[in-house]
């Protein structure tokens, strides 16, 4: 067991009446203190200015509260005179107040710096100041009236505004989205070519180019649309018309377009006859139809037959013994 006060070990020249563990007496904070703004130093002979970011060591001390807030007074030392400035926050506006030791500088953000200071005891200044507000006050009502009339003849129809609106934003939109289709179909096929704008040049001239082709009956051009002549040639039973001569003219210009619709002439061709037109449109898939056959199926049908069954030699049954002639094995007694 420890006794009282022992592992503890005091010096002769220890001062017992104060002992280790009291807590020592409070003192002011040294703390780094940056001027907030440009002040004047009262102390010094000369008017001298500190600028604003000039760095101090000061002493930081707490003098009071606004409601909850700290407030906390800074006591620094200048360099050049020796006097004391002491500066304290103000949280009510947010901003420090200089209480001894100098003055803040002015800039003189109330007046801006062409306009001649003002002077508030002049009975003359405070008249002309008076009709120069109201004179602009008039000016500025006339205007916003101007504004409010142009508004309201402006918009007194919504409806009809936002039609001229629309109908001005539309074929812009249209425009843009047709460019980018273009686009979209340039990037697929040709991504290196750049197209222009159409005109109505080359729309005028891709009016005036047919595609098609010329064939000769019996030494007669004849514009003939192919997809119905060859069926009906096919169709012919008497043989009138195979007997001309087709031949095709590569000096010929085209005759028709090339992805002529022939729906129109293929129902009418259909209502007149309807046999031939069957008849027809059965030759004419007849003839263009490649029909496949499987070789080994056709040859398997064309040379299948019962197979019959092999001719087989029956035995001949065996004659019996004779009874006189008895072929016995040799038999040994037992003995």
């Given at each position: 067991m420890?006794?009282?006060?022992?592992?503890?070990?005091?010096?002769?020249?220890?001062?017992?009446?104060?002992?280790?563990?009291?807590?020592?007496?409070p003192q002011?904070?040294?703390?780094?203190?940056?001027?907030?703004?440009?002040?004047?130093?009262?102390?010094?002979?000369?008017?001298?200015l500190?600028?604003?970011?000039?760095?101090?060591?000061?002493?930081?001390?707490?003098?009071?509260?606004?409601?909850?807030?700290?407030?906390?007074?800074?006591s620094?030392?200048?360099?050049?005179?020796?006097?004391?400035?002491?500066?304290?926050?103000?949280?009510?506006?947010?901003?420090?107040?200089?209480?001894?030791?100098?003055?803040?500088?002015?800039?003189?953000?109330?007046?801006?710096?062409?306009?001649p200071?003002?002077?508030?005891?002049?009975?003359?200044?405070?008249?002309?100041?008076?009709?120069?507000?109201?004179?602009?006050?008039?000016?500025?009502?006339?205007?916003?009236?101007?504004?409010?009339?142009?508004?309201?003849?402006?918009w007194s129809?919504?409806?009809?505004?936002?039609?001229?609106?629309?109908?001005?934003?539309?074929?812009?939109?249209?425009?843009?989205?047709?460019?980018?289709?273009?686009?979209?179909?340039?990037?697929?096929?040709?991504?290196?070519?750049?197209?222009?704008?159409?005109?109505?040049?080359?729309?005028?001239?891709?009016?005036?180019?047919?595609?098609?082709?010329?064939?000769?009956?019996?030494?007669?051009?004849?514009?003939?649309?192919?997809?119905?002549?060859?069926?009906?040639?096919?169709?012919?039973?008497?043989?009138?018309?195979?007997?001309a001569?087709i031949?095709?003219?590569?000096?010929?210009?085209?005759?028709?377009?090339?992805?002529?619709?022939?729906?129109?002439?293929a129902?009418?061709?259909?209502?007149?006859?309807?046999?031939?037109?069957?008849?027809?449109?059965?030759?004419?898939?007849?003839?263009?139809?490649?029909?496949?056959?499987?070789p080994?199926?056709?040859?398997?049908?064309?040379?299948f037959?019962?197979?019959?069954?092999?001719?087989?030699?029956?035995?001949?049954p065996?004659?019996?013994?004779?009874a006189?002639?008895?072929?016995?094995?040799?038999?040994y007694?037992?003995?």
């Amino acid at each position: 067991m420890q006794g009282f006060n022992m592992g503890r070990y005091h010096p002769p020249d220890s001062d017992s009446s104060c002992p280790p563990g009291r807590r020592k007496p409070p003192q002011t904070p040294t703390v780094r203190f940056e001027m907030p703004f440009a002040i004047w130093c009262s102390t010094c002979a000369q008017p001298t200015l500190i600028g604003q970011g000039v760095r101090f060591n000061a002493r930081k001390k707490r003098v009071g509260a606004y409601y909850s807030t700290p407030v906390y007074r800074f006591s620094m030392r200048h360099g050049e005179c020796g006097g004391e400035i002491e500066i304290e926050t103000e949280p009510a506006r947010t901003d420090y107040v200089v209480v001894t030791g100098g003055r803040r500088r002015d800039y003189g953000h109330d007046a801006p710096p062409s306009s001649p200071p003002i002077d508030k005891q002049s009975a003359f200044s405070t008249l002309e100041r008076t009709i120069a507000h109201r004179s602009a006050l008039a000016a500025s009502h006339s205007r916003i009236q101007a504004l409010a009339e142009a508004q309201d003849a402006t918009w007194s129809d919504p409806y009809a505004r936002n039609q001229r609106l629309r109908a001005a934003l539309r074929p812009a939109r249209r425009e843009r989205l047709r460019q980018r289709l273009r686009d979209a179909q340039m990037a697929q096929l040709a991504p290196d070519l750049v197209l222009l704008d159409p005109s109505e040049e080359d729309a005028r001239q891709a009016a005036l180019v047919e595609f098609g082709a010329k064939r000769e009956l019996s030494g007669h051009e004849t514009d003939v649309d192919w997809q119905d002549a060859e069926p009906r040639l096919a169709a012919d039973k008497d043989g009138a018309s195979m007997n001309a001569a087709i031949s095709l003219s590569p000096d010929a210009p085209l005759a028709k377009p090339l992805f002529h619709n022939t729906s129109r002439h293929a129902s009418s061709l259909a209502s007149a006859n309807p046999s031939r037109h069957a008849s027809s449109l059965a030759s004419a898939i007849a003839s263009k139809t490649r029909l496949a056959h499987d070789p080994f199926v056709q040859s398997a049908s064309a040379h299948f037959s019962r197979r019959k069954k092999p001719h087989r030699k029956h035995a001949q049954p065996e004659a019996a013994p004779k009874a006189g002639s008895s072929s016995l094995l040799v038999q040994y007694d037992s003995d």
